[in-house]
């Protein structure tokens, strides 16, 4: 396999991946019976996940300040964001929601729609060049 870079967007794009993964390792994890087929399933993902983690790891290619600028500041905005949302979901759950596996759903759930929103932010803000 060749040693070629991923460029920033694209990388951006792949962080998805993992954090689906995550989600539906959660789904499986959080089910009262294990069968065989869903045990060897998660170990699969979980193998695919570090996998994809190492990759994006060792290939990642940012060259341009602008980009990584408007990277850093996608971070800061959807971190912030998934703090708040956090804090709201523990919040709301604690007092109104008795089920913890719903509470779990909702911030998994929560992970996997703040790295999407994550993507766009940055896709938006690379594409104007604002910093």
Not at 101 to 113: E, F, H, P, Q
Request: net charge positive; glycine share 4%; charged share 15%.
């Amino acid at each position: 396999m060749d040693n070629r870079k991923i460029n920033i967007r694209l990388w951006t794009g792949l962080r998805i991946i993992p954090v689906i993964f995550l989600f539906i390792n959660y789904h499986f994890s959080v089910q009262p019976r294990h069968s065989p087929v869903s045990v060897s399933f998660l170990f699969i993902m979980a193998v695919l996940m570090i996998t994809v983690l190492l990759l994006l790891r060792r290939n990642r290619e940012i060259v341009d300040e602008s980009a990584k600028k408007a990277l850093d500041r996608a971070d800061a905005l959807s971190y912030r964001t998934f703090f708040i949302y956090s804090v709201a979901v523990v919040l709301v759950g604690s007092t109104f929601i008795n089920n913890m596996k719903l509470i779990g759903y909702l911030i998994a759930g929560g992970m996997v729609v703040i790295v999407i929103i994550r993507a766009v932010i940055f896709y938006i803000l690379d594409s104007r060049g604002m910093m």
